[in-house]
């Protein structure tokens, strides 16, 4: 049974401060995906990871995919509120345009100034 | 947002209802998926779709059937709605991108509570 694991499943961090969340995946995949939700809305698409190495930035937010050791990490640099939400990450277990993916329970964060 | 809608967005059933949510999209994709989110579990595959009339079993179907008639419209059925199917309901559809990689982009969402 594939197994999408993510920690910490809740973080508090301050304005300024750097963190990184943790994706651990129990079989092979090379389809990593980071969304964003809000509170009471839908999932926003973050980051598309394709490869081993494969790192993508936007702003403050950084995530980068190790297919050997199953692990993706998404990097908050001097966070600030406006990234307060919860963050989930999604391996695709099929590959090519099937797309079933399995979530991670999601990672809450809150960014306290 | 990828041109789905979902409805209705917001429904109160009874237990032991029949209820059906309908997936809308606009933009002719051939994967259509329904997801579930409840709290401590993240999102989970209920069924899922690869062509008009073509269906398949995601990770929770028991209790859910799914029908596609038209490429646009992915209806979702819970045949006798139990308490444990109150849940936040998620329709996908999934878009080609260069390089040969595929995104899920994600409806609105339908709350449904069965009392």
């Known amino acids: 049974e594939l197994k999408v694991e993510q920690n910490p499943l809740f973080l508090s961090m301050q304005e300024g401060k750097n963190y990184t969340i943790y994706c651990n995946y129990s079989?092979?995949?090379?389809?990593l995906y980071w969304y964003r939700q809000d509170p009471g809305k839908s999932l926003e698409s973050l980051f598309v990871l394709l490869s081993n190495g494969a790192v993508k930035q936007e702003g403050r937010l950084m995530a980068s995919l190790d297919t050997k050791a199953r692990l993706s990490t998404l990097h908050i640099t001097a966070a600030v509120h406006d990234l307060s939400a919860t963050y989930f990450c999604a391996v695709d277990v099929y590959g090519g345009s099937q797309g079933n993916l399995i979530f991670g329970k999601g990672t809450k964060l809150s960014v306290k100034p | 947002d990828a041109g789905i809608t979902q409805s209705p967005r917001h429904k109160v059933t009874e237990t032991g209802t029949p209820v059906t949510l309908r997936c809308h999209q606009t933009e002719n994709h051939r994967y259509m998926y329904w997801y579930r989110q409840d709290p401590g579990h993240g999102l989970r595959l209920i069924h899922y779709?690869?062509?008009?009339?073509?269906?398949d079993k995601g990770e929770v179907s028991d209790g859910y059937s799914v029908s596609r008639s038209k490429t646009e419209d992915f209806l979702l059925t819970l045949e006798s709605a139990t308490s444990s199917q109150t849940s936040v309901y998620f329709c996908a559809i999934s878009e080609s991108r260069a390089g040969g990689r595929y995104e899920q982009y994600f409806g609105p969402g339908t709350r449904l509570t069965v009392t």
């Open positions: 079989t092979t995949s090379d389809r």
């Open positions: 779709s690869y062509g008009v009339k073509d269906t």
